[in-house]
């Protein structure tokens, strides 16, 4: 996929948690007893309020916004207590806040007895916290014991016991610790295919369990007492069960979508349609019919009188709604009407180099996969895109060479220092791994195949982002959608069905005039937060903060608003993805 959007995502995606392994922990510990014995030693308040804060990194713009959609206070003694009691314990001997990400809190837990416990505890900014958590718990649960994925155990969480007081006062979930590192620590020292095709075939394997399961509906995937009543009467599988899978068809439902880009701002507070829905077409038309309706609802300030955190231009109302409307009436007819491509499929969220647990040494091979917060019951179509983890997104190589082409190139040209040339040789390695997995796919998974080989898929994979997000990132990724849907029509749709989707001569030479602007301010940011060193929204590390907003003050003048389109964006107010 070569969307910038679609890189762009899977930039934030990547901050959406970081193993202990990737930074030094804080710890505080706590020479305490659980209620056992109903004692507890009085701990700093300056400490435990570094429990709730976002301390991992700063933000060099938008920060006080950023941490507070990231406080979380809980009841920290009531969360030992209850991660005791789930392992057997008498007390907590210490707590080590691991590395944020974007979305969770995580905490290493360690015991009396030598256990430890993951515990999460989902941030505001996650979306709607018992059904987030919710989701998640029983996503894992239906990955571990019907799928039968390497994914952690859950011991307890805060919806355990139905009708009791949480007396944590947040979500949470205490879960094992999964063995290994992440593959990111271990991806670019592997070599040799008797050391990547473990991990190409591992990856192979855990994508097709999870497309063997073909549900009813789409949506997200909940224990069956977590959803509506008028959702329990559901099936949970497209078709009938033999008698192993009875159990878990009783056990588990598909209820509302959790995806915290439908969930953003006001619309929590709205009477949106979340799903389940039965088929796809009803679930891309669920994502404007809200928009609509958000529009109708709510009209923003304009952009000078309150830092909205939206991407300019900020275009019309009317000129928004006319393109929901475009996509409303073009949608039925780009919807791909094989049920083998368009079955329910539940899929990870984001399988990146972070996310995959991996052997520590010898011969790599996955020990667990984590964080499957988001995990959704989508179209089979939506779901095929390569792994963030084997995706290559350098650009020395180009991945889709033939195996032979890109095989021929394998050694650097004498021209190059030892370093540059050991560079080349590693993304040489990224490359092929990404075509070989590309060649895996062609010749051994031809379902996939057929859905990857949409000549509109891009396009079917991003709308109905594009579409939920167009309040806050601008118009101009929907509609450069619906003007490739628009010229590819006889390729997209069913014969003899008159395209929908209109514009007027002068309309396409304005938005292929912005749109150059938006390739260029794409552009600008990857190169800024390269020389920063910063990533999405403008995260740097504690050690680097004071450095770089130094530096910032001497590239705010090579900055331009003519070409970008865009004010300087490194400034409070400015847009951001996390706040809009």
């Known amino acids: 996929?070569?969307?910038?959007?679609?890189?762009?995502?899977?930039?934030?995606?990547?901050q959406r948690s970081t193993h202990l392994f990737f930074s030094s922990p804080l710890s505080i510990s706590f020479r305490r007893l659980c209620t056992v014995a109903n004692k507890h030693v009085t701990v700093d308040p300056t400490e435990i309020q570094k429990l709730f804060r976002y301390t991992t990194d700063?933000?060099?713009?938008?920060?006080?916004?950023?941490?507070?959609?990231?406080?979380?206070?809980?009841?920290?003694?009531?969360?030992?207590?209850?991660?005791?009691?789930?392992?057997?314990?008498?007390?907590?001997?210490?707590?080590?806040?691991?590395?944020?990400?974007?979305?969770?809190?995580?905490f290493l837990l360690t015991f009396d007895n030598e256990t430890q416990v993951i515990a999460r505890i989902p941030c505001p900014i996650a979306g709607p916290s018992y059904l987030t958590t919710a989701s998640e718990v029983?996503?894992?649960?239906?990955?571990?014991?019907?799928?039968?994925?390497?994914?952690?155990?859950?011991?307890?969480?805060?919806?355990?016991?139905?009708?009791?007081?949480?007396?944590?006062?947040?979500?949470?979930?205490?879960?094992e610790v999964v063995p290994g590192v992440p593959l990111g620590m271990r991806w670019n020292q592997v070599a040799g295919r008797e050391q990547v095709s473990p991990l190409v075939d591992g990856l192979l394997d855990f994508e097709s369990r999870m497309e063997s399961v073909r549900f009813s509906q789409y949506g997200s995937l909940y224990f069956k007492g977590d959803v509506a009543p008028q959702l329990q009467t559901h099936p949970l599988f497209a078709s009938e069960v033999d008698d192993s899978m009875k159990c878990f068809a009783e056990k588990y439902r598909i209820g509302p979508l959790i995806d915290h880009h439908w969930w953003r701002g006001v619309r929590s507070r709205m009477a949106l349609d979340w799903g389940p829905?039965?088929?796809?077409?009803?679930?891309?038309?669920?994502?404007?019919?809200?928009?609509?309706?958000?529009?109708?609802?709510?009209?923003?300030?304009?952009?000078?009188?309150?830092?909205?955190?939206?991407?300019?231009?900020?275009?019309?109302r009317e000129t928004h709604l006319r393109?929901?409307?475009?996509?409303?009436?073009?949608?039925?007819?780009?919807?791909p009407q094989d049920s083998e491509l368009s079955a329910p499929t539940l899929w990870h969220p984001d399988l990146s180099l972070g996310n995959i647990l991996i052997s520590e040494s010898h011969i790599p091979s996955i020990q667990g996969v984590i964080d499957w917060q988001h995990a959704a019951v989508l179209p089979y179509f939506q779901q095929v895109a390569l792994p963030p983890?084997?995706?290559?997104?350098?650009?020395?190589?180009?991945?889709?060479?033939?195996?032979?082409?890109?095989?021929?190139?394998?050694?650097?040209?004498?021209?190059?220092?030892?370093?540059?040339?050991?560079?080349?040789?590693?993304?040489?390695?990224?490359?092929?791994?990404?075509?070989?997995?590309?060649?895996?796919?062609?010749?051994?998974?031809?379902?996939?195949?057929?859905a990857s080989s949409l000549p509109h898929i891009e396009q079917l994979i991003m709308l109905p982002t594009y579409v939920v997000r167009a309040c806050s990132d601008g118009i101009l990724d929907l509609r450069q959608c619906l003007l490739f849907l628009r010229d590819n029509w006889i390729k997209v749709a069913p014969a003899g069905v008159p395209c929908p989707i209109e514009f007027s001569q002068d309309e396409i030479v304005e938005h292929e005039r912005q749109w150059r602007a938006f390739q260029f301010y794409q552009a600008a940011i990857e190169l800024f937060n390269t020389k920063l060193g910063c990533e999405g929204d403008g995260r740097v590390s504690h050690e680097s903060y004071a450095a770089v907003k130094e530096r910032l003050k001497g590239l705010k003048e090579s900055w331009s608003e003519e070409f970008t389109g865009s004010p300087f964006p490194y400034q409070d107010g400015e847009y951001s993805y996390f706040l809009s």
């Open 1 to 14: 996929m070569n969307f910038n959007l679609r890189r762009v995502l899977q930039s934030f995606r990547r």
């Open 58 to 106: 700063r933000w060099l713009y938008n920060e006080r916004d950023q941490n507070s959609c990231r406080y979380v206070k809980f009841d920290v003694d009531s969360l030992l207590d209850i991660a005791c009691k789930a392992v057997g314990a008498r007390s907590c001997t210490a707590v080590a806040k691991l590395s944020e990400g974007s979305y969770n809190k995580v």
């Open 138 to 175: 029983a996503t894992l649960e239906f990955a571990r014991e019907v799928l039968q994925l390497p994914v952690p155990r859950i011991l307890t969480w805060s919806g355990a016991e139905k009708g009791s007081t949480n007396c944590v006062g947040v979500d949470y979930i205490i879960l």
């Open 277 to 316: 829905w039965p088929d796809a077409t009803s679930y891309y038309l669920a994502a404007a019919k809200n928009e609509q309706k958000l529009l109708a609802q709510h009209t923003p300030l304009p952009h000078s009188q309150t830092p909205s955190f939206r991407r300019t231009p900020i275009h019309p």
């Open 323 to 335: 393109l929901l409307d475009m996509y409303i009436r073009a949608i039925p007819f780009v919807i």
């Open 389 to 450: 983890a084997i995706a290559y997104e350098g650009h020395q190589f180009n991945p889709h060479l033939h195996p032979l082409a890109l095989a021929s190139s394998r050694e650097p040209p004498d021209t190059l220092d030892p370093a540059e040339q050991e560079e080349y040789r590693l993304h040489h390695r990224l490359a092929t791994r990404h075509n070989l997995y590309q060649a895996e796919i062609r010749l051994g998974h031809k379902r996939r195949h057929a």
